[in-house]
């Protein structure tokens, strides 16, 4: 047939003793592989835009069980997180060495999820060998206001928007569990009574922190870092 395996036929001979009998073939490539199983690299984790830190490794076996080298594998990624770039898988095909191993490395791209890597080898047994992988958020890069700038409120009052920062990773994906600090640097001189409340000041899952502003009991400006 066309897949690697035992293959197995029955002759049949009515009224005769020791009928029917089974008969056992073994099909393998002209390289002599037989099956194809996972070895290592399933299941790890990573940041944005890093490789991950072990191979992705298959291994081939002959129909006696020993290791194949020789044994041209492909690979390919199968499934990535939407609106991903930047992801690399080198090399796209490995030949097996004299352990039955292949072997590639994946570099992850720029958005936070899942990634599907697959291992294969046409008409082969135990093909395709499939990997599960994640990228994660990258480490703090990029700190910018979101919004609260500019507003105009009356002495004594809270500004209507709150003040809301933002914190990003090098691919731009927002970092949660970043602490802020928020504080009044200048104000009106002889103001009194202002006062800054800090909502959150840990980034959320938006990568935002935010405080509000009540201001004192002199008009100018207020500015809060």
């Given amino acids: 047939g066309d897949m690697t395996g035992t293959y197995m036929m029955r002759a049949t001979s009515v009224g005769l003793t020791g009928s029917p009998l089974t008969l056992r073939a073994m099909a393998t490539l002209a390289s002599g592989a037989y099956r194809m199983v996972y070895t290592s690299g399933d299941g790890q984790k990573s940041a944005v835009l890093s490789q991950l830190p072990g191979p ?26 939407s609106g991903a770039t930047g992801q690399v898988l080198s090399p796209t095909s490995a030949t097996t060495d ?23 080898v046409p008409s082969l047994g135990g093909s395709p060998v499939t990997y599960g992988l994640t990228s994660t958020v990258g480490l703090p890069r990029t700190f910018a206001m979101v919004q609260g700038t500019g507003q105009t409120k009356p002495i004594n009052t ?3 928007n709150p003040l809301v920062v933002s ?8 970092v949660p569990g970043v602490s802020v600090a928020f504080a009044i640097d ?12 800090v909502v959150n000041s840990l980034t959320d899952a ?20």
């Fill in 206 to 225: 938006q990568g935002q922190a935010q405080a509000l502003l009540t201001l004192g009991s002199k008009v100018g400006s207020y500015v809060v870092s």
């Fill in 158 to 160: 809270i500004l209507d």
């Fill in 98 to 120: 004299a352990q039955g191993r292949a072997a590639t490395s994946l570099t992850l791209g720029s958005k936070i999820g899942s990634y599907r890597v697959r291992a294969a």
């Fill in 167 to 174: 914190v990003w990773d090098v691919a731009g994906n927002p």
């Fill in 186 to 197: 200048s104000i009106p001189a002889g103001s009194t009574g202002q006062s800054l409340r």
């Fill in 56 to 81: 992705l490794v298959a291994t081939v076996f002959g129909a006696d069980g020993n290791p194949v080298s020789g044994q041209v594998v492909t690979f390919a990624i199968d499934s990535l997180p």
